[in-house]
């Protein structure tokens, strides 16, 4: 089955500090991985794509295809970062996008 | 460019009403997908448009329908609205999947 799971519901850290949002996911084949971003009063956008390799807003994700895995960084958290966090992939074969349950992440002064 | 655009944004609907979202995608998209968001909860998908045909469906039941027309638009129909409906419904639309995909702002669907 394909699935996407985010063990955090809340990730807590301070200013400065770095930032590690836990994706895994359930895949047999090659996914493609997202992650999207949701600030407060705002719609669901695209952060960064796997096949990208990109950084953005000074995140970066890697996709560990030995552990399934596709987790987010930052080395320093800003304030501006805290915002709801999702993963998520799209299936090759039919191109529906499946989310993981989000990360809170909430950045402390 | 606007991006994707969903109507109403929000709308408050007794049990068993049926219901009529509408989303229009981003220039240059022909496909559309819906997700249901409750509360607390990551977007679920529902079903995906592609060439006026539904191409692909989560696991939500008959009530759940839709269309998609020439110029790529869509709606979501539900029928017999339950409470547990209430949710907020999501509009994404892509280039067949291709450079991910582009969400609407939602629409907040209350069932009472």
């Known amino acids: 089955a394909q699935r996407v799971t985010q063990p955090e519901k809340l990730l807590s850290v301070f200013k400065g500090a770095p930032v590690e949002l836990k994706c895994n996911y359930s895949?047999?084949?090659?996914?493609?991985l997202f992650w999207y971003v949701q600030y407060s009063r705002q719609r669901l956008q695209l952060l960064l794509r796997?096949?990208s390799r990109e950084s953005i807003k000074g995140f970066t994700a890697d996709l560990n295809k030995g552990e399934t895995s596709f987790h987010l960084k930052k080395p320093f958290a800003q304030e501006e970062d805290s915002a709801m966090y999702y993963c998520?992939?799209?299936?090759?074969?039919?191109?529906?996008?499946?989310f993981g349950q989000g990360t809170t992440l909430q950045v402390k002064p | 460019d606007a991006g994707v655009t969903q109507s109403p944004t929000h709308l408050i609907k007794t049990r068993g009403q049926q219901v009529t979202l509408r989303c229009s995608p981003k220039?240059?998209?022909?496909?559309v997908s819906w997700y249901q968001q409750a509360l607390g909860q990551g977007p679920q998908f529902i079903f995906q448009?592609?060439?006026?045909?539904?191409?692909q469906r989560g696991n939500f039941p008959d009530r759940f329908s839709g269309h998609q027309f020439p110029n790529y638009s869509s709606e979501l129909n539900v029928n017999a609205l339950l409470l547990g409906d209430s949710a907020l419904y999501l509009c994404?639309?892509?280039?067949?999947?291709?450079?991910?995909?582009?969400f609407g702002s939602g629409t907040r669907l209350t069932v009472v």
């Open positions: 994404a639309s892509s280039s067949q999947g291709r450079e991910g995909y582009t």
């Open positions: 895949y047999s084949g090659s996914p493609e």
């Open positions: 796997h096949i």
């Open positions: 998520a992939l799209v299936s090759s074969n039919t191109g529906k996008l499946i």
């Open positions: 220039s240059g998209h022909d496909t």
């Open positions: 448009y592609y060439e006026e045909e539904e191409r």
